[in-house]
């Protein structure tokens, strides 16, 4: 078996002793190793120490297959087998596998993907699903070809497919990765699709690599939407496969619809759910609790954070329960952040009006608003933080965006540690203080 000599994600052959490449006995204790492989996919298989891991791997791949399947035309059949040995404490290889690491080998008119994976790693499930998603584009990008060599490419793949099917199988109810795609939209920052879908690799900053998989997930998204543009991709994808791929050209979105599918995103995702922002907004409009009086000239006005302070007449219980309501139908819609706030708020005027002792009530009142306190203060370090980002990371490489900022920045630095830098502004105010 050759290895493919281009490979697009890390190889690490001195301990990839998977199953069927085989540790030595000699130095390493055998483990009683769980091995599973789909029932509906045999080609696909997991070993590791732990049975309930192995098999969630194999439903892993399943789950993939089934909802990858008909968007890229694939059959049941996986073409390249795939195994995954996952790294637990108790594997042999913990104290090499410190790291993921695959191997592709190929043989004759296949490949086969061996993957090794730390169970401790963050990243885990989503790089294990990596594999499944490049597996089936592989089979879609060489379905016309039937020998693989050393001169084989597999990194002619983008990534901006590989990572946006990986994201959309991944669920996002509270819709974040269109939230990103808003923001950066709403900012003038969002990439035009040539920087998109020339994206090779994604960043190691948890920031701009959020920002960089929300923008692939929102491209495939775009161009796997049931009708028209489906049936486009599908035939763009048809056409892929061999050594000239630029007949597909013509199939695939232009910067114009790429445009206008940005221009989607300010409403997409918004009747379903609130970005943080829109949360606090909502709420800090509906923290005013209006305690109606008989005459106009005693009606009350309290907030969420001072209603303890007030009788608990019938009026109060009245305007309290119809606070409890909305913020009920806030907490269904609110960003994930707010969600535990919202709730305290509401159980603590549930339990203003239910207990005969208020101390109960109060204590989740003041919690309530204790919590709020520090969420705001951590979106704003957060907010610091991607301000920061925005002025020290030239993330659209090759672009103007902020080229004259760090131009200006430059000079400056240099006039202030080379007195003999040709500085007109520093010569200026040299000569002013000379004169004084």
């Not at 109810?173 to 920052?189: D, F, L, S, T, Y």
């Not at 496969?241 to 989607?264: K, M």
């Not at 020290?392 to 007195?419: I, K, W």
Request: with cysteine.
């Amino acid at each position: 078996m050759a290895p493919i000599s281009k490979l697009t994600l890390p190889v690490i052959l001195a301990w990839l002793a998977l199953g069927r490449l085989g540790a030595d006995p000699a130095q390493e204790p055998a483990p009683t190793v769980s091995t599973a492989a789909s029932e509906a996919y045999p080609p696909v298989s997991c070993s590791g120490t732990n049975a309930g891991i192995v098999a969630e791997v194999v439903q892993m791949a399943e789950d993939a297959r089934d909802r990858l399947g008909p968007i890229l035309q694939l059959g049941p059949t996986w073409r390249f087998p795939v195994h995954v040995r996952v790294v637990l404490p108790d594997d042999p290889l913990v104290n090499t596998a410190l790291q993921e690491a695959v191997e592709v080998t190929a043989s004759g008119n296949t490949m086969s993907v061996d993957v090794v994976v730390p169970a401790g790693d963050p990243d885990a499930h989503n790089f294990i699903e990596r594999q499944f998603v490049t597996e089936m584009v592989w089979e879609k990008y060489f379905a016309k070809v039937q020998a693989f060599d050393t001169h084989t490419r597999l990194d002619t793949i983008p990534l901006w497919l590989t990572e946006g099917l990986r994201e959309w199988l991944d669920d996002d109810p509270e819709h974040n990765r269109e939230g990103i795609v808003r923001r950066a939209v709403q900012g003038g920052r969002a990439p035009t699709l040539d920087e998109v879908t020339s994206w090779t690799t994604l960043s190691d900053d948890k920031l701009l690599g959020l920002w960089q998989r929300a923008f692939c997930f929102y491209l495939v998204d775009s161009l796997t939407k049931q009708g028209a543009k489906r049936d486009d991709f599908q035939r763009w994808l048809g056409t892929i496969s061999g050594p000239d791929t630029q007949t597909a050209v013509y199939l695939f979105p232009t910067e114009a619809g790429w445009q206008r599918q940005l221009a989607e995103a300010t409403a997409r995702g918004r009747d379903i759910v609130y970005s943080w922002d829109e949360t606090a907004a909502e709420l800090a409009a509906a923290e005013a609790i209006e305690l109606p009086a008989k005459k106009d000239s005693e009606a009350r006005i309290c907030t969420l954070d001072t209603v303890e302070n007030f009788p608990r007449d019938d009026a109060m219980k009245k305007a309290v329960q119809e606070k409890i309501t909305a913020l009920t139908a806030l907490e269904l819609r609110a960003h994930p952040s707010w969600t535990p706030i919202l709730a305290l708020y509401r159980f603590g005027l549930t339990a203003l009006l239910g207990d005969k002792s208020p101390e109960h009530a109060i204590a989740l009142l003041h919690e309530a608003r204790a919590r709020r306190v520090a969420e705001m203060a951590n979106h704003q370090a957060l907010v610091d933080y991607a301000n920061w980002f925005d002025v020290t990371h030239d993330y659209r490489a090759g672009t103007t965006h902020f080229r004259s900022y760090f131009s200006t920045a430059q000079q400056l630095e240099r006039g202030e540690t080379d007195p003999n830098h040709p500085n007109p502004i520093r010569d200026n105010l040299l000569q002013v203080e000379s004169r004084l």
